[in-house]
C-alpha cells in the first residue's frame, strides 16, 4: 500500500494560534487526499478531501475557513486549524487513495492539544 | 444520515480463539466495505476489503459479506495478544468516501 507522512506527529499551541499539518504521500503521486478527525473514543470523521490543484471538498457541518487546506502538488497536502480553540484539540489524519483502487492508505497522524 | 454500526466491546477472547466482529450498515447503495484495525494512539491500518457477497480469506483473517441483511463481519482465526486492537469498519457507496463505524475494542489474552 502507499506510504504516507505526517509532520509534526505532535502539536501543542496556546489558543487563538494557527497550526499548519503537512501530510505527504511519499511514494506515488495523489490527486486526492483525505483529512480526517478523531476524538477519543470516537470514529474518524471526514472533514474535507483536497484535491489537487482545485479547492478542497468539505463536509457537512466543517467550518472551511477554518479548517483551511491546500493541495499544492501531487504529493502534499496541508490542513491549517485557524484561531484554534480547545475543542479543536484531537487526532487528526489524512489519508491517500491510491488510482484506480478504492483501498485508503492513513498516515500516522498529528496529535494536536490547543491549551 | 447513513450510519454504520458496531458493537463497542470490548470483546475478549483467549490466545488461540476464533474472535468475531459484526458491522452493520444504512446504506443500501454501498459497494466497498473494510476493515482498519487501529492501536491506540495510532492511524488505522488496513486489513483487508471486500466488494461482493460472500467470503474473503487473507491469512487468518476473513471478511463476509451479506449485502442483503447489511451486515459485514470479521473472523480472526488463532486469535494472538498482537491482535488486541480496535477494529474499524468502514463503508463507501460511491468514489473514496468513507464511513466509518465507532468501532469494537478486542482483548486477546494470552
Known amino acids: 500500500g502507499a506510504v504516507v507522512s505526517q509532520h509534526p506527529s505532535w502539536v501543542i499551541c496556546k489558543s487563538g494560534t494557527s497550526v499548519k499539518i503537512e501530510c505527504r504521500s511519499l511514494?506515488?503521486?495523489?490527486?486526492?487526499m483525505f483529512w480526517y478527525r478523531q476524538f477519543p473514543k470516537q470514529s474518524l470523521m471526514l472533514m474535507a478531501t483536497s484535491n489537487e490543484g482545485s479547492k478542497a471538498t468539505y463536509e457537512q457541518g466543517v467550518e472551511k475557513d477554518k479548517f483551511l487546506i491546500n493541495h499544492a502538488s501531487l504529493t502534499l497536502s496541508t490542513l491549517t486549524v485557524t484561531s484554534a480553540h480547545p475543542e479543536d484539540s484531537s487526532f487528526y489524519i489524512c489519508?491517500?487513495?491510491?488510482?484506480?483502487?478504492?483501498?485508503?492508505?492513513f498516515g500516522p497522524g498529528t496529535r494536536l492539544t490547543v491549551l | 444520515q447513513k450510519e454504520v454500526e458496531q458493537n463497542s466491546g470490548p470483546l475478549s477472547v483467549p490466545e488461540g480463539a476464533i474472535a468475531s466482529l459484526n458491522c452493520t450498515y444504512s446504506?443500501?447503495?454501498?459497494?466497498?466495505f473494510f476493515w482498519y484495525r487501529q492501536y491506540s494512539g495510532k492511524s488505522p491500518e488496513l486489513i483487508m476489503f471486500i466488494y461482493s457477497n460472500g467470503d474473503k480469506e487473507d491469512g487468518r483473517f476473513t471478511a463476509q459479506l451479506n449485502k442483503a441483511s447489511q451486515y459485514v463481519s470479521l473472523l480472526i482465526r488463532d486469535s494472538q495478544p498482537s491482535d488486541s486492537a480496535t477494529y474499524l469498519c468502514?463503508?463507501?457507496?460511491?468514489?473514496?468516501?468513507?464511513?466509518f463505524g465507532k468501532g469494537t475494542s478486542l482483548l486477546v489474552t494470552p
Open positions: 511514494d506515488f503521486q495523489a490527486t486526492t
Open positions: 468502514a463503508v463507501s457507496n460511491s468514489g473514496y468516501a468513507l464511513n
Open positions: 489519508s491517500v487513495a491510491e488510482l484506480g483502487g478504492n483501498e485508503q492508505f
Open positions: 446504506d443500501r447503495g454501498s459497494q466497498s
